[in-house]
Structure formats: C-alpha cells, structure tokens
C-alpha cells in the first residue's frame, strides 16, 4: 500500500516514527529490567544445570543464564515498545509529511 496524501494525492510521502523510536527503547528499558528478575530464575536454573560440570560449571551456568534472560527480556520489550510506536505513529500522531504540499496527516484508522 502506497501512502497518499490526503489533500494533493502526491506519493511523495515521509513518515516520521518519533514514537517507534521512543516506545522501542522505554520497552528495551523496561524489559531489560524485566528480564533482570528473570535472569535471576535463569541463574538459578544455569546453575543447576551447571552443576554436572562442578564449581566451575556452576558459575558458567549461573553467568550464562543470567545473560540470556537479560537479552531476552531486552528484545522483546524493544519489539513491544516499537510496535505500540508505530501504532501511535501512524493513527494518533499525524507524523506523515508530503514532502511535495507539506500537509501532516494520520493513516485512517
């Protein structure tokens, strides 16, 4: 689908994502956060599976899961955050700018 705009019918459109941008990293925050008390559970869980290896598997299983469940918690909440954005982007914001009128304008719902 083309964008359009509304008042001159020219293709020549931008869409600005401010939101996406900003959603995408208060979601990457927030689930990074979220995936810290999670990364707790995944130490734990490391570490028992760690725990064939001895200490030092213990530690490596531990560090391990920590990690991932911080990486994990991170890209969903920044994919969350970016689609929330780019929902308020293209319905709420009026962020597409023809670029030939200048007329700024929402996608309709």
Same mark, same amino acid.
């Given at each position: 689908?083309?964008l359009?705009?509304?008042?001159?019918?020219?293709?020549?459109?931008?869409?600005?994502?401010?939101?996406?941008?900003?959603?995408?990293?208060? =979601?990457a +925050?927030? &689930? /990074?956060?979220? @995936?810290?008390?999670?990364?707790?559970? #995944? *130490?734990? %869980?490391?570490?028992?599976?760690?725990?064939?290896?001895?200490?030092?598997?213990?530690?490596? =299983?531990? +560090?391990? &899961? /920590?990690?991932? @469940?911080?990486?994990?918690?991170?890209? #969903? *909440?920044? %994919?969350?955050?970016?689609?929330?954005?780019?929902?308020?982007?293209?319905?709420?914001?009026?962020?597409?700018?023809?670029?030939?009128?200048?007329?700024?304008?929402?996608?309709?719902?």
């Amino acid at each position: 689908m083309t964008l359009q705009c509304p008042r001159c019918h020219s293709p020549k459109v931008a869409s600005l994502h401010h939101a996406m941008k900003i959603t995408a990293a208060v =979601g990457a +925050v927030g &689930g /990074a956060a979220r @995936g810290a008390s999670a990364a707790l559970a #995944g *130490g734990q %869980a490391g570490a028992v599976i760690g725990a064939v290896a001895g200490p030092l598997g213990i530690t490596l =299983g531990s +560090v391990s &899961g /920590a990690i991932l @469940g911080g990486l994990v918690g991170g890209t #969903g *909440g920044c %994919a969350l955050g970016a689609q929330l954005g780019d929902k308020l982007d293209r319905h709420v914001l009026a962020n597409n700018l023809c670029l030939i009128c200048g007329h700024r304008f929402n996608l309709p719902a």
